[in-house]
């Protein structure tokens, strides 16, 4: 098994640089909409699923088959490289996928560790707060998965991440994004187009709330996803979080439970 978050977390924090500059905390989790945001350079930002839940019944063959995930510490590494731009490396630490044909009652099961993503951030303005954010994510999936898992080849696609302050609280992201997948019959490679938004909200102290859609268009019918979660800040380098996604149309998962970290070193 891969180095897990909690053996990583010690030394990374001895390796890290001097940080140049004190930012608010920002991260691309719990929602799927990613931040504009950048880590300051010298400075590692860990964030991850502690434990992540997922099922789906429904599928857009309505086929009687019933699926179902559960991941355990997946975390996206981040890594300041300059004032405007960040690394990261996410990786599927342990994952275990189930599933079920309820005509046969026939049941298969792999597990071991998922795909390693390389990704490279850049801001282009709005990094230190105070208005309008834009940034551009750029990424490649490396096929690591062992078998079972994955489906074994290169994927990728470039991301395109916004920020607005709308006052009283509230906040709200966006982001756009291209992905470069594998099709299903493993012959060629397909478009997907995803697009999110979501609003946060401060609820009392540290304790703040989001609402999002996602949309997801690519050869089938479109999927679409109602996410909600919390959470709260601890100091100024912690973050615990906490929420569900719930899928609205057939392609796209039923549900999905989860519970985070995010530590800034």
Request: negative net charge.
């Amino acid at each position: 098994m891969r180095p897990t978050l909690f053996a990583l977390g010690p030394l990374l924090a001895t390796c890290a640089l001097p940080a140049l500059a004190a930012r608010e905390l920002t991260t691309d989790r719990p929602d799927t909409t990613e931040s504009p945001y950048t880590v300051e350079p010298g400075r590692l930002q860990i964030e991850a699923s502690l434990v992540e839940f997922a099922q789906d019944n429904h599928n857009p063959d309505h086929a009687p088959v019933r699926t179902g995930a559960l991941n355990i510490a997946p975390f996206n590494l981040r890594i300041g490289l300059t004032p405007d731009s960040d690394l990261h490396i996410v990786v599927e630490t342990y994952r275990q996928e189930r599933t079920l044909d309820r005509s046969t009652g026939q049941q298969a099961k792999a597990n071991g560790t998922g795909d390693i993503t390389l990704r490279y951030k850049y801001n282009f303005f709005g990094n230190d707060g105070g208005g309008p954010a834009l940034g551009i994510l750029p990424f490649i999936k490396l096929p690591t998965a062992r078998s079972g898992l994955g489906n074994r080849s290169f994927e990728g696609g470039v991301i395109l991440p916004v920020s607005l302050e709308l006052g009283a609280g509230w906040g709200l992201a966006a982001m756009t994004e291209v992905d470069v997948v594998r099709n299903a019959a493993d012959s060629g490679y397909e478009y997907v187009w995803v697009n999110s938004a979501s609003f946060d909200h401060k609820l009392v102290g540290d304790l703040s709330s989001f609402l999002e859609l996602v949309s997801e268009v690519g050869p089938g019918r479109p999927a679409l996803s109602f996410n909600a979660g919390l959470t709260y800040g601890i100091g100024e380098d912690l973050q615990l979080d906490a929420g569900t996604n719930l899928g609205i149309t057939r392609p796209a998962e039923d549900l999905r439970l989860f519970v985070g970290i995010t530590k800034r070193f």
